[in-house]
């Protein structure tokens, strides 16, 4: 299906699981604020995945509404784009079930966020989290997407869901259109910053790992300083020699607008402390208006359901229309 450049769907999602944090809005929500005024928006907050980790179900109900508020504050435009609950549009778990009928146990069993999880939670690993990707999968296509913006994390999950719509069209003809992951040079994998070695996590044990959406500034300053940097004193960007520098270059650029270039120049002959301390202050800059829109929602909360439900009504459109080519498609519907 050929679509002209206005026309292009765009699909992402977060799960209302954990902290939202500096990672997922640099990696993510920061291109679907700029992507909803060049194509078609659609962003979910993915409940479902989410309870592949058991939830508190008291917690899970704040965090979900919680995670709309962030999309909101963070700039997505209700006008422009459409924001619903995953678990609202019932097509998502119906088409998994299709999907999961083409993939290949094999397959999953690659997903290196199965494997780590399946590491961390060994007593809990449930089916849910093997079947994960196919569900984001479903996700992805039901909406017919062009463009899933996503971290580097979530990248082997799109080439799964490229991989089943091919599968698909070629058993049952061309329905689903073939989705390309948009992966930022800067911002892709921010790391943690207790470790750089390891990616900024939802899930991480220690709140040093993270900024935290709702950090206070001074907590946020606190965990710049503290961040686990490298040997020697220059601020230059080497990801290999030099993780924790390059790591916290990367967030100073994004959330200054400088490049890193631009940055490096300015920082030649100083000390990492002064470094860190500028680091932290454009943090705080940065999330400031976000910080304050966020205490805004927070006190109104019913207008932000009113939104997730008539977003949950137009993407129910979009979800029932291909179903039914799905399941005529597929030979269940006459
Ligand atoms: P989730 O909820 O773990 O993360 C949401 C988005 O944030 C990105 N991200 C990061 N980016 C940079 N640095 C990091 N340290 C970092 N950590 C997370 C993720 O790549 C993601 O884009 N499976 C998805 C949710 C999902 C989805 C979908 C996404 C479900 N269905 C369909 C796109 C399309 C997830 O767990 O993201």
Known sequence: MQKDFKNKVVFSAAQPSGVLHLGNYLGAIKQWVELQNKHKCVFSIVDYHAMTVYQEPKKLREKILETAMIYLAAGINPEKSTIFIQSDVSEHTEL???????????????????????????????????NYPVLMAADILLYKTDFVPV???????????????RRFNNLYGDIFVVPQAIIRKEGA??????????????SAKSPANYIALTDEPNLIKEKIK??????GKEVIYNKEKKPGISN????????????????????????YGEFKKDVGEAVVGFLEPFQKDLKKLKENPDKVRKILQSGAEK?????????????????INY
């Open 96 to 130: 998994a079930w299709i999907l999961n009928t083409i993939a290949k146990i094999p397959e999953l069993e690659l997903m290196t966020q199965f494997k780590d999880k399946a590491k961390r939670f060994r007593s809990k690993v449930n089916v849910g989290l093997f």
């Open 226 to 231: 503290r961040a686990v940097t490298d040997s």
């Open 189 to 202: 994998r921010i790391m943690g910053l207790d470790d750089p070695l390891k990616k900024m996590s939802k």
């Open 248 to 271: 916290l270059l990367e967030i100073y650029s994004l959330a200054s607008g400088k490049t890193i270039k631009q940055l490096e120049k300015e920082y030649e002959g100083k000390n």
């Open 151 to 165: 971290g580097e994390d979530q990248k082997q999950h799109v080439e799964l869901a490229r991989t089943l719509a």
């Open 315 to 331: 993407a129910k459109l979009i979800a029932a229309k291909t179903m039914q080519e799905v399941k005529k498609a597929v030979g």
